[in-house]
């Protein structure tokens, strides 16, 4: 009976396969394709709220205690790369719905895409556009040109506005008199400072720590270290016509080697079973640096095909050095805003930093009794994102997201009416960014050691610091540390610095003003 059963079954076979599918079956004319994407070529590293702090005074201290480097502190903290998976999914809105289409974020950075060819084209021209806004660069030259004696003659900088063709005379005048001439190229993204920093560090024996225990003592080195060489810091925003960009340039150099200060003090230890103390000699002597540093932070503004200058002078030991530096943008890729075209959908980026760009603020710390005669001047980047964006588009689009300073529109007029050509107008009524302030500074040490001179083209309503001395340290006393049997004078080293500190704000209008402090100095403006 089972056999009868089954013949109508392995008759209808026909030794084929039940599931396998008819010779005649026609291939898919559009077929999925499994497509990988780094999004780390895309999306570069973003900051959040002060880049970074940079102490202009280099301070000696112990190594964990130094505060003169640079100092990033929080990132976003949004994925950029969830951001960018939404972005393309509401992009691409149905297109990804259909049948055998997939899409997947794999850990921080690998997108998955399957789809058709057609597809993919799409979501590689969203990348494409995503990665011209976030990793496009301006290219900033900086030009310095060092020089003393006869090339030092004649005022130090007549104007701080140049064209191309004064800026190229400029640097061949000075380079036939002996100038030295070291040029610079910085890459900048919006949204990311770049940074140079050149040189050694040289390391030195700054203290003892005393340890006492159980009738013995021990004195542990202290080394510290600091950088002989020069750092740049540099962050930049298109600004209509021009550039925005925030510099730092700080240069330490020994002004000797360390040189021995000798100690000369005993350690008593005892015994616990009597017998009087006997004393032992401690270390003989520490190192003090000599270290010379000059640096100044500001804020300009450079046009388009133009080229902004600034300089320096200083007389320290009846030696006169100056400095004249040159700023231009050589060219880039960067805009404040990207868009591209999806069939109804439009992708639109703009970068917030337009309506209140970075700038630079410097604290500036003078407490005798904690530094001990040496003052601390910070310059800060508040690279904070400016609010006002993100509230005007929250209450306009169905679909934004934010990457760094970028806000990222994902807008159709089915969903958001007539939102994109308010955007478009709010962008267009935006006024040009402002204008620089020549500040021009001399500089007296009360005792007439040194001077220096300053002339920095400040962006209207944004700080500028500069620095010059020199830093070493000295013994300033004794603590006693006493315990269990044993007691030793312990030494007390300090830093100081012999030198000059300003600080200053420039606010542009129809009479532009200065306002400046500064410590160890005669100031005339």
Same mark, same amino acid.
């Given at each position: ?15 084929? =396969? ?22 780390? @070529? ?11 702090r ?13 505060d ?20 393309? =999914?509401?992009?691409l ?10 899409m ?19 979501? @590689? ?5 995503l990665?011209?806004?976030?990793a496009?660069?301006?290219?900033? $030259? ?23 063709? &004064?800026?190229?005379r ?10 030295a001439l ?12 770049s940074?140079? #920093? ?32 020069? $750092?740049?810091l ?9 550039t ?12 000797e ?13 005892g ?6 103390y ?8 520490v190192?003090?640096?000599?270290? !010379? ?10 046009p ?12 320290r ?5 100056r ?14 805003f ?29 407490? &005798? ?26 209450y ?8 760094g ?7 159709d ?13 709010l ?11 020549t500040c021009?500074?001399?500089? @007296?040490?009360?005792?007439? =050691?040194?001077f ?11 700080g ?8 070493? #340290?000295?013994l300033?006393? !004794? ?5 269990? !049997? ?16 300003? $600080?200053? @704000?420039? !606010? ?12 160890g100095? $005669?100031?005339?403006?």
């Open positions: 009976m089972i056999a009868l059963l089954l013949l109508p079954l392995l008759c209808g076979l026909d030794g084929g =396969s039940p599931t396998a599918p008819s010779s005649g079956a026609v291939a898919s004319e559009n077929p999925s394709v499994l497509v990988h994407y780094d999004l780390r @070529q895309v999306i570069p590293e973003l900051d959040d709220g002060d880049l970074w940079q102490g202009l005074v280099p301070r000696v201290a112990r190594r964990w205690e130094r003169d480097v640079v100092m990033p502190t929080d990132f976003y903290s949004a994925v950029p790369s969830e951001v960018v998976y939404d972005v393309i =999914s509401r992009t809105g149905d297109a990804m719905r259909e049948r055998g289409r997939m997947s974020l794999e850990g921080e950075s690998d997108l998955l895409v399957l789809a058709p060819r057609s597809v993919q084209e799409e979501v @590689q021209k969203i990348l494409g556009t990665g011209r806004a976030l496009g660069s301006d290219r900033i $030259r900086l030009e310095v040109l060092s020089f003393s004696g006869a090339a030092g003659d004649g005022p130090l900088l007549e104007k701080t506005a140049l064209s191309e063709e &004064e800026a190229d400029m640097v061949a005048d000075l380079a036939a008199k002996g100038a070291h040029t610079y190229r910085f890459d900048l993204t919006p949204g990311r400072t940074g140079l #920093t050149t040189g050694r560090d040289v390391s030195f024996l700054l203290d003892y720590d005393v340890e006492i225990a159980q009738a013995a003592t021990i004195y542990d080195p202290v080394v510290s270290s600091y950088r002989d060489g020069t $750092r740049f540099m962050r930049a925003t298109r600004r209509g016509a021009s925005a960009l925030s510099i730092l340039m700080r240069e330490t150099l020994p002004a080697k360390p040189r021995e200060r000798p100690l000369s003090f005993y350690a008593g230890l015994s616990q079973k009597g017998g009087g006997s004393f032992h000699q401690g270390p003989d002597s190192q003090i640096p000599n270290i !010379f540093s000059r640096g100044v932070a500001f804020t300009t503004l450079i388009d095909g133009g080229v902004v200058a600034f300089a320096s002078a200083f007389t030991g009846g030696e006169t050095r400095e004249v530096c040159l700023l231009r943008r050589e060219g880039g890729v960067s805009s404040p990207y868009r591209a075209k999806f069939g109804s959908v439009t992708l639109f980026l703009v970068n917030s930093e337009l309506f209140s760009p970075p700038g630079l603020s410097f604290d500036l710390y003078t407490n &005798e009794e904690e530094l001990g005669g040496h003052p601390l001047l910070y310059a800060k980047l508040d690279a904070a994102p400016a609010t006002f964006l993100f509230d005007w588009l929250k306009r689009f169905s679909v934004w997201r934010r990457i300073p970028w806000a990222v529109v994902v807008t007029p089915a969903w958001d009416n007539q939102a994109l050509a308010d955007l478009e107008q962008l267009a009524s935006l006024e040009e960014g402002g204008r620089n302030v021009s500074s001399d500089l @007296q040490a009360p005792d007439q =050691s040194s220096a001179r300053l002339v920095l083209p400040v962006l209207g309503g944004t500028f610091g500069a620095v010059l001395g020199r830093t070493t #340290t000295a300033t006393d !004794f603590d006693v540390e006493v315990a269990q !049997f044993a007691g030793s004078p312990d030494p007390v080293i300090a830093p100081l610095f012999d030198g000059m500190v300003l $600080r200053g @704000q420039a !606010f542009s209008g129809p009479k532009p003003v200065i306002d400046v402090s500064g410590w100095i $005669r100031l005339v403006l």
